[in-house]
């Protein structure tokens, strides 16, 4: 037991060295995520339900773009499409698309935009949390 840690823990530090431009995983990106929300709410642990609900909940304030499956789809592991522009979009689901959540940048500037679009507002660390842990796991 006290070897498999270790060497996980080395598996870990290797991720962390490389220093590539993925250097993010999903569930660094979690983690990270549910960190700060927990300063807020202590105890604050990611829920995929939560995120299952907050991806296909209609938020109202956007006509065409009603909700996040608007565009994602609600098979996550399966293309896109966007509302307006017709142009396909990769799954969301790292499942299918390996390359989703490896970039913080990336993942930031699409909740950013996203988040604003859909929800009238920049989305809370614990929804950025709950998103992730759904499409990683439930998606
Ligand atoms: C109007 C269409 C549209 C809607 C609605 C939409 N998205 Fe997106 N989303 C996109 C596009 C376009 C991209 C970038 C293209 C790509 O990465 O394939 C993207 C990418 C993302 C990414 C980047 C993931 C990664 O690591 O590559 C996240 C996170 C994201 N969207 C979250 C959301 C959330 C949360 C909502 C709902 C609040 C939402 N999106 C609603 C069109 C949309």
């Given at each position: 037991m006290i070897a498999r840690n270790k060497s996980i823990f080395l598996t870990l530090l290797l991720l962390a060295g490389t220093?590539?431009?993925?250097?993010?995983?999903p569930a660094s990106l979690t983690s990270g995520y549910a960190a700060e929300a927990a300063k807020a709410a202590p105890g604050f642990a990611p829920s995929a339900q939560r995120g299952q609900s907050f991806i296909s909940?209609?938020?109202?304030?956007?006509q065409k773009m009603g909700?996040?499956?608007?565009?994602?789809?609600?098979?996550?592991?399966a293309d896109g499409k966007?509302?307006?522009?017709?142009k396909r979009i990769a799954p969301l689901a790292p499942a299918a698309?390996?390359?989703?959540?490896?970039?913080l940048a990336k993942v930031e500037k699409w909740f950013k935009r996203n988040c604003t679009e859909v929800v009238g507002r920049e989305c809370t660390a614990a929804e950025k949390a709950d998103f992730i842990q759904f499409v990683t796991q439930g998606g």
């Open positions: 220093g590539s431009a993925f250097a993010e995983t909940k209609q938020w109202g304030v956007s909700s996040c499956t608007t565009c994602h789809g609600t098979d996550l592991k966007h509302v307006i522009t017709d698309n390996p390359e989703r959540f490896t970039s």
